[in-house]
T-cell receptor, first 116, second 111 residues
Framework: GAVVSQHPSWVICKSGTSVKIECRSL??????MFWYRQFPKQSLMLMAT?????????EQGVEKDKFLINHASLTLSTLTVTSAHPEDSSFYIC????????????FGDGTRLSIL | QKEVEQNSGPLSVPEGAIASLNCTYS??????FFWYRQYSGKSPELIMF????GDKEDGRFTAQLNKASQYVSLLIRDSQPSDSATYLC???????????FGDGTTLTVKP
């Protein structure tokens, strides 16, 4: 199956720090990338959808100035959590897909973010 | 009403039994249907996909789709403790290029 690499897998940092998470599709061109957040024992929550070369579409309640998404190429999307605070601590997962395709989204391994 | 509904669970079955996971969806334009398994602390991994009405078997897993009833299910035969996880149903609309996920059903297989 398709491979999606997400980095870093674990981040611990101080409150106020900005954290960048990278998501790469290694063996296919991902026209669309999705960013999810998941709190312990809760369901996946879609944060935003990004299409290569255009601005991301954010779900209701997700602050676009807080969670900056860049999808500059067909193989790379980044999520930057700006000025992170303890309430931003969560499991962030990206997935990659192809618009117009009936193929499934493929998930990265996720990034566990802990803000002290 | 949610776009994709799954049994809230948790579901507990003894080892060796059949586990049955159900999912209903509201978007009649959906064309592809996927089941993902998510272990605690890990990201989801794709385990089954089905596009046409009927059954699709892969090892101990069988996916069933009924588009008229807007229903998709996953059967796990000879359940093993290693099958204990949360199972996510995903419904995909090709035109929109997006999968919508259910909240998941947590399965526990007891030895």
């Amino acid at each position: 199956g398709a491979v999606v690499s997400q980095h870093p897998s674990w981040v611990i940092c101080k409150s106020g720090t900005s954290v960048k998470i990278e998501c790469r599709s290694l063996d296919f061109q991902a026209t669309t990338m999705f960013w999810y957040r998941q709190f312990p024992k809760q369901s996946l929550m879609l944060m935003a959808t990004s299409n290569e070369g255009s601005k991301a579409t954010y779900e209701q309640g997700v602050e676009k100035d807080k969670f900056l998404i860049n999808h500059a190429s067909l193989t790379l999307s980044t999520l930057t959590v700006t000025s992170a605070h303890p309430e931003d601590s969560s499991f962030y997962i990206c997935s990659a897909g192809r618009q117009g395709s009936n193929q499934p989204q493929h998930f990265g391994d996720g990034t566990r973010l802990s803000i002290l | 009403q949610k776009e994709v509904e799954q049994n809230s669970g948790p579901l507990s079955v003894p080892e060796g039994a059949i586990a049955s996971l159900n999912c209903t969806y509201s978007d009649r334009g959906s064309q592809s249907f996927f089941w993902y398994r998510q272990y605690s602390g890990k990201s989801p991994e794709l385990i089954m996909f089905i596009y046409s009405n009927g059954d699709k078997e892969d090892g101990r897993f069988t996916a069933q789709l009924n588009k008229a009833s807007q229903y998709v299910s996953l059967l796990i035969r000879d359940s093993q403790p290693s099958d204990s996880a949360t199972y996510l149903c995903a419904v995909h609309n090709t035109n929109a290029g997006k999968s919508t996920f259910g909240d998941g059903t947590t399965l526990t297989v007891k030895p």
